[in-house]
């Protein structure tokens, strides 16, 4: 059962955030001008604080992450024989975490997924799944804990492209690839490489991270979200596909279908990204009403 709360309180400077020098775009939701630290979003070159460690982080991610590496990724984590935990014991988990390769970001994760659910709250009151899909997105970060895996951040977090064709220089830090195995690979480095035109991107293996994992604890735990749920959480680190256009021509008409949604999700989940901190314990009873509404108490991880 769902109960039922007053909308979202977002803390008055959080409006202001969103709403300071904003552009209005569908859903009402104002874009801001600048990120946390003053820069724009996703500026991989900018001079700031942060920019050596992302790119770092992505040298090592696009060096390692090969085709081999991703399917026996998926192989290991799919059997989800880490443990149990319900969804909420994971969202505190990720208290501890900061993401390597987050230029706009240097919060727990817990703030990240809490800001982005109660922004996309405020825009789409009823559209319930879609809270609880942004609640969720990024759990698959758990990776990173040592009792989940303990992975290193390179393959579990930053963006995702796909593997056994060629990299599209519209992935950030594209350079890096020079140094991946897969690049001089025959097989690989054809625009459509092991692939064939509008096969589906359920057909392609994608580098190994917090997108994939989290998609089959979804899809293995039986939750009852809807199908562009799973495929929110799935995708949502394609930028080179969702914000460049590039890789269409693996999408079948359903992806088309499914890609609006990620558009309208991925406004929230990079422009709510703030200084500013939700308190947990006002919209917790929010969010465990729908919880227990699409998730068994328990999962398997
Ligand atoms: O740095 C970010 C972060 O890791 C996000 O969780 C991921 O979804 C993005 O694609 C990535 O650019
Ligand atoms: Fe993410
Ligand atoms: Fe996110």
Redesign the pocket.
Known sequence: MTVIVPEPVLEDNHREVIDGGALDLDGGFGVPDSNAFGHSF?DYEKESERRASVKEFYRTNHINQTFEFAKKKKEEYGKLSKGEMSIWECCELLNEFV?E???DLDEPQIEHLLQTAEAIRRDYPDHEWLHLTALIH?LG?VLLHPSFGGEPQWCV????FPLGCAFDEAI?HHQYFKENPDYNNPEYRTKLGIYWENCGLDKVTMSWG??EYMYLVMKENKTTLPPAALFIVRF??F?ALHRSGAYTYLMDEDDKEMLKWLHVFNKY?LYSKSKVRIDVEKVKPYYISLINKYFPEKLRW
């Not at 977090?157 to 995702?160: I, N, P, Y």
């Open positions: 996703r993401d390769s987050d230029p990024d970060k977090v930053g963006d995702t950030v917090h997108d949502h680190s930028y989940d």
